[in-house]
């Protein structure tokens, strides 16, 4: 099973980003996804999850500016991010927890680098 991220980039503070996760590999399911992030000299933090029962969950300095989706059909997440500020540049992840012949396990993605400046 592999994710690979997708979307990070520079942009200027108020801007927009999408963030994409393909999930690919020998998949039987997709349970719990969510995003984290890590910027310099910090520790990597949740920024969003999702249950596969459609429960969703913000860390409070994200709340009203991501959103968190899902594309079952294609295996891919996604992270739309409105408003950034430049303390939301950082190193992005996505982790899956995905049941495949073996059981079910968690994975993640190798980061995508968003930064957010004038």
């Known amino acids: 099973v592999q994710l690979v991220e997708s979307g990070g980039g520079l942009v200027q503070p108020g801007g927009s980003l999408r963030l994409s996760c393909a999930v690919s590999?020998?998949?039987?399911?997709?349970?719990?996804i969510g995003w984290y992030r890590q910027a310099p000299g910090k520790e990597r933090e949740l920024v969003a999850h999702?249950?596969?029962?459609?429960?969703?969950n913000y860390a409070d300095s994200v709340k009203g500016r991501f959103t968190i989706s899902r594309d079952n059909a294609k295996n891919t997440m996604y992270l739309r991010m409105n408003g950034l500020k430049p303390e939301d540049t950082a190193v992005y992840y996505c982790?899956?927890?995905?049941?495949?012949?073996?059981?079910?396990?968690?994975?993640w993605g190798q980061g995508t680098q968003v930064t957010v400046s004038s």
């Open positions: 982790n899956a927890n995905v049941v495949d012949y073996r059981g079910a396990y968690d994975y």
């Open positions: 999702t249950t596969s029962g459609g429960s969703t």
């Open positions: 590999g020998s998949i039987l399911r997709i349970n719990a």
